[in-house]
């Protein structure tokens, strides 16, 4: 396995029985993070009512876009979707793969080609996207992996108020770009990722992105925290 990939391994670890293993996760914005890798293998009644929502919102043939342990993948596989889960992490592909998961790409999105009804992106799974830049280019490939009436679900989060200050003013740098522009860096036992851009971005500034190019947009669910889940269609 190639020793930048924590996540691979950490949940090839919990498959072959450590089930307390936890993912440290480093970023330059907040404390270390720790996520339990249970946590990415729930099954639907352990996941979040958002990502409930989204799984019954599928349609057609699914791309499940960083799809991680493959707990959306394999929920939609039970269902009877046509359903292929891609992800970046070779030890995470082999992981779906090892649960049962049939179709599995261990990929970049922008070297998948394909045609899709939904794309699926979960777990603020847009953060791919790394920064607005990228958004840009991830909008527009994806153009060509949704079939004619597609569609993409995605998650994400406002995350203006882990600027907010007691007193629930907001101060930011406006020459350090955009406040959800965010870099992580992720570590398990002694993998390490190096650190990597994220995006978290709020529905106004999605919206204007999305019809930028050419997609209608829409909010299917606000959650608690500033997270929500949309819907990005092509009309025909």
């Not at 996520?35 to 919102?57: C, G, H, N, T």
């Not at 959306?72 to 269902?79: C, E, I, P, S």
């Not at 292929?84 to 992490?89: F, K, P, V």
Request: charged share 25%; aromatic share 10%.
């Amino acid at each position: 396995m190639i020793n930048n990939d924590p996540i691979g391994l950490a949940v090839s670890d919990y498959l072959a029985g450590e089930k307390n293993a936890e993912i440290t996760v480093e970023s330059n914005l907040a404390d270390d993070d720790f996520i339990p890798v249970a946590y990415l293998f729930r099954d639907e009644s352990e996941m979040p009512e958002m990502e409930q929502v989204a799984l019954q919102e599928c349609k057609g043939r699914v791309l499940d876009i960083g799809a991680g342990a493959g707990c959306h993948a394999l929920t939609l596989q039970k269902q009877g979707f046509d359903v292929t889960a891609l992800d970046i992490s070779e030890g995470a592909a082999n992981a779906m793969r090892q649960q049962g998961v049939k179709q599995v790409l261990n990929q970049n999105i922008f070297d998948v080609t394909g045609k899709y009804d939904t794309l699926l992106l979960l777990m603020n799974g847009i953060g791919i996207a790394s920064t607005l830049h990228g958004l840009d280019r991830f909008l527009e490939h994806t153009k060509s992996l949704l079939s004619p009436d597609g569609q993409i679900l995605l998650e994400s989060s406002d995350i203006l108020y882990m600027y907010e200050d007691e007193d629930g003013s907001v101060v930011l740098d406006l020459n350090a770009g955009y406040y959800g522009e965010v870099k992580y860096n992720m570590k398990y036992k002694e993998q390490e990722s190096g650190w990597f851009d994220w995006l978290f971005i709020d529905p106004a500034i999605l919206e204007d992105y999305a019809n930028k190019h050419g997609y209608t947009f829409e909010v299917l669910y606000e959650g608690d925290m500033g997270n929500y889940l949309a819907k990005l269609t092509l009309p025909q």
